[in-house]
C-alpha cells in the first residue's frame, strides 16, 4: 500500500491538534479491571427486562426522529435531582446529552470557543482541556496545594488574571477522589463574576458516592453556575452514555443553540428512563461501593501507602518514585489500574469485594517484595 506512511500530521489537521494524542485509558482485556472509575455491578435483570420493554416501545417508532428535546427524561432527571437534592427542579433546569463529555463540549460551544479561555485546577479531569481544545477553546491549568486540595489564594489570582470564560471545578475531583467545599466554590464563583460574568461548571460526575451533598442548591440565584452530572457512575450505565446539567433556564436554552438537533436517541432515551424507574436498587450499589472504597482507603494506609481522601468511587494512592513501574507491576497481577500521569501517584476504581482483594493482595505483594 502506498499510503501507509501518511499520518495525522500529514493531513490538513488544525494547528492545535498537531502531536495531540487522543483520549485513552487502556481497554485490556484482564481479570480485575479498576482502571476507569465504573460501576463493577451489572444492571439487575429486572431493570435489564424493562430496558429491554422499554426500547422495544421506542423500536416500532424509530422511523421517527426522537423527542428532541427530550421531555419526558429531562422531568425524570428533575424529579430525581429534587429528590435527592432536595432543591426543588423542573424540566426547564435540566439538560441532557451523550454522556457528560457531551454536556461539558456543549458548554464550551456555548460559552468558549474561539478567541475565548477556560481553567481548570490540575491534575483533574483531563477531559475538560481536550475538549477545551476540541473546541478551540484556549485552556489554562490552574493550581492546587500539594496535598490536591484547591489552592483558593492562587485559583483567585489565576481567575482575576486570565479572566476564563469557563472555570471548571470537579467535586469530588478525578484523579484525586477529595471533594472541594462549598467555600471554595462559592468564592471562585465570586471572583469569576467580578471582571466579566464566566460560566462556573461543577462536575458532578462521583457526587453520588460523596460522604457530603451535591452543590447543585447553589444554582439559586446564580445563572452562571452549572452543575455536571452524569449516569455513568452511580448509575451504573457507563454503556448508556446519558449525561445532564442543572442550571438556570438560561442556560439550558443557551445550550440549545449549539446542540446537534435529535442528538439524543430514541433508544438511549428510552434506557435512560427506563434505568431511572429504577434509581432506588440502583442506590443501594452506590453504598456498597461507598464501603468498598472507605475499606480500600482504610487498607491502604494500614499497609504503609499515602492515600488522599476519597468522596468518590476510586481512590489515589502512592508515593512511588516511578508510578509507572508500579503500575506494570500491579497489571502483571492481573488487576488493571490507571496511571493518570500524576507523579508518584496512581488510583484504583473500587470494584467488587472480591475485586478489591485482588487488588489489595497485589499491592500487598509488592511491599512485601520491597522490604
Ligand atoms: N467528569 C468526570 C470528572 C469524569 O471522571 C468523567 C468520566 N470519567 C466524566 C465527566 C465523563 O463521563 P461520561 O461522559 O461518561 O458522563
Do not use: C
Not at 483520549?23 to 485490556?28: D, V
Not at 427542579?89 to 478567541?115: D, K, R
Not at 471548571?168 to 468564592?187: D, K, M, Q, S
Not at 438560561?250 to 430514541?266: C, I, K, T
Amino acid at each position: 500500500m502506498s499510503d501507509v506512511r501518511i499520518g495525522i500530521d500529514d493531513l490538513p489537521v488544525r494547528d492545535e491538534l498537531r502531536g495531540k494524542s487522543p483520549y485513552g485509558a487502556p481497554q485490556l482485556d484482564v481479570p480485575v479491571r479498576l482502571n476507569t472509575n465504573e460501576n463493577p455491578y451489572p444492571l439487575p435483570e429486572p431493570l435489564v427486562e424493562r430496558i429491554a420493554e422499554r426500547v422495544r416501545e421506542a423500536a416500532r417508532g424509530l422511523n421517527r426522529y426522537p423527542d428532541r428535546d427530550a421531555v419526558e427524561l429531562r422531568t425524570e432527571l428533575a424529579r430525581y435531582l429534587t429528590r435527592t437534592t432536595g432543591h426543588e427542579l423542573s424540566l426547564a433546569h435540566v439538560w441532557a446529552a451523550n454522556g457528560s463529555n457531551e454536556v461539558i463540549q456543549q458548554l464550551l460551544q456555548t460559552f468558549g470557543g474561539p478567541g475565548r479561555t477556560a481553567i481548570g485546577f490540575e491534575p483533574s479531569y483531563s477531559m475538560h482541556g481536550l475538549i477545551a481544545r476540541g473546541t478551540g477553546t484556549a485552556w489554562i491549568s490552574g493550581p492546587r496545594h500539594d496535598d490536591f486540595t484547591v489552592d483558593v489564594e492562587a485559583a483567585t489570582k489565576a481567575i482575576a488574571a486570565h479572566q476564563p470564560d469557563v472555570v471548571f471545578i470537579t467535586t469530588p475531583n478525578n484523579p484525586t477522589g477529595n471533594a472541594v467545599p462549598a467555600e471554595t466554590v462559592l468564592a471562585l464563583y465570586e471572583v469569576a463574576q467580578a471582571a466579566k460574568p464566566s460560566i462556573v461548571v461543577v462536575d458532578e460526575a462521583y457526587v453520588e458516592f460523596s460522604h457530603g451533598d451535591s452543590l447543585l442548591p447553589l444554582i439559586e440565584g446564580r445563572p452562571n453556575l452549572v452543575i455536571s452530572r452524569t449516569m455513568s457512575k452511580a448509575f451504573g450505565a457507563a454503556g448508556l452514555r446519558l449525561g445532564y446539567l442543572a442550571a438556570h433556564p438560561a442556560v439550558v436554552d443557551a445550550v440549545q443553540l449549539v446542540r446537534l438537533p435529535y442528538h439524543l436517541s430514541a433508544v438511549t432515551q428510552a434506557t435512560a428512563l427506563a434505568a431511572l424507574e429504577h434509581t432506588d436498587t440502583l442506590l443501594k450499589y452506590v453504598d456498597q461501593l461507598k464501603a468498598e472504597r472507605d475499606r480500600l482507603v482504610t487498607e491502604l494506609r494500614a499497609l504503609g501507602y499515602e492515600v488522599t481522601d476519597s468522596d468518590a468511587n476510586f481512590v489515589q494512592f502512592g508515593r512511588f518514585a516511578d508510578a509507572h513501574e508500579v503500575w506494570t507491576r500491579i497489571l502483571d497481577r492481573g488487576v488493571l489500574v490507571r496511571d493518570n500521569g500524576v507523579p508518584g501517584w496512581l488510583r484504583v476504581t473500587a470494584g467488587t469485594p472480591d475485586e478489591n482483594d485482588a487488588f489489595l493482595d497485589a499491592v500487598r505483594e509488592l511491599k512485601k517484595e520491597r522490604h
